[in-house]
């Protein structure tokens, strides 16, 4: 990785902050327990598994594109760290 340019690595690396970390995994953990609710439902309901499937195939693609990357609103609370001190040398 570091082979590949600044801007790259940047894109790449997919630094998000604590606090949306968290919100988009109980979200995308929230929905998906949802997609699956639905999904047997519609599959219970047409009688087809097939149709069952794709539903959860589509919709489980659809929390990827919306979980995995890092968004640019992501990171409103960036972890702010304290200042390298220099060591006091005798």
């Given amino acids: 990785m570091n082979n590949l340019p600044v801007s790259a690595r940047e894109v790449l690396e997919g630094r998000i902050d604590p606090r ?7 979200t995308a953990q929230t929905f998906l327990i949802a997609l699956t609710v639905v999904s047997f439902g519609l599959s219970y309901t047409t009688s087809s598994v097939l149709y069952g499937l794709e ?3 589509g919709g489980l693609i659809v ?3 919306i979980s995995v990357p890092p968004w640019p609103f992501l990171n409103k609370h960036p972890v702010k760290f304290l200042p ?6 005798t």
Avoid: A, G, P, T
């Fill in 20 to 26: 949306s970390q968290h919100i988009v995994e109980q």
């Fill in 55 to 57: 539903v959860f195939l």
């Fill in 63 to 65: 929390i990827l594109l």
């Fill in 84 to 89: 390298v001190r220099k060591l006091h040398q």
